[in-house]
């Protein structure tokens, strides 16, 4: 299917490098559909984060080179969602092997036990009240979203049980072990986010889940 009319006209526009509101128009028309359509072929379970990121990244990548796009062969929608998939993917990929990489936030002794979510018993996450309200502080400010705060929150009082963390998701519909799966890619994005923003503070966090 060929690009659309609008498709072609926004992308003509994109191509001349002269109207600065052309890429806007496109973003506010594709991007919505692009985020649906690969959260719909990843998964409805799938973090959300994942996949929106994938279709910022695809829209990024036409925009930086819009003439690897041609419109006699594909819809302008089509094409973009075949690169944002192929960036989730990688994406996705990288991330798991990050994860499995990331045996300092894990305890290597339950690292292999199949379902099994643990951190380490957090012998001193930090050294005071204060250190604690600090941290919780930033949480409020570095998560927007209600279920990632719970989980920061969760993650710096030293929670461990995968329930206290499943009974967040809330999501009867899915598995225990696809329960597991997200809990531990979100923790794993939560407490890298919390490293890059804390520094000095985050590594008697990381240190006490080693």
Do not use: C
């Not at 926004?10 to 690969?38: G, K």
């Amino acid at each position: 299917m060929k690009a659309t009319a609008q498709e072609y006209d926004l992308h003509q526009r994109i191509l001349a490098r002269d109207d600065p509101v052309a890429f806007a128009q496109l973003f506010e028309s594709l991007y919505p559909s692009l985020v649906q359509e690969i959260q719909q072929r990843a998964g409805w379970n799938t973090d959300s984060t994942l996949t929106e990121e994938a279709a910022l990244q695809a829209l990024s990548e036409y925009h930086e080179a819009p003439a690897r796009y041609d419109p006699d062969r594909a819809s302008l929608h089509h094409y973009l969602a075949m690169v944002a998939y192929r960036d989730f993917q990688n994406a996705r990929k990288k991330e798991l092997r990050v994860q499995a990489h990331q045996v300092s936030l894990f305890d290597p002794a339950l690292r292999n036990i199949p379902g099994n979510l643990a951190l380490t018993e957090p012998a001193a996450i930090v050294t005071s009240q204060d250190q604690i309200a600090e941290l919780l502080h930033l949480v409020e400010k570095l998560f927007h979203n209600p279920i990632e705060r719970r989980v920061a929150t969760l993650i710096i009082n030293g929670v461990h049980t995968p329930e206290a963390y499943i009974q967040i998701l809330d999501n009867k519909n899915s598995s225990h072990e696809e329960q597991i799966e997200r809990i531990t890619t979100l923790k794993y994005r939560i407490l890298k986010r919390l490293r890059r923003n804390v520094g000095k503070q985050l590594h008697n966090l990381e240190g006490s889940t080693s």
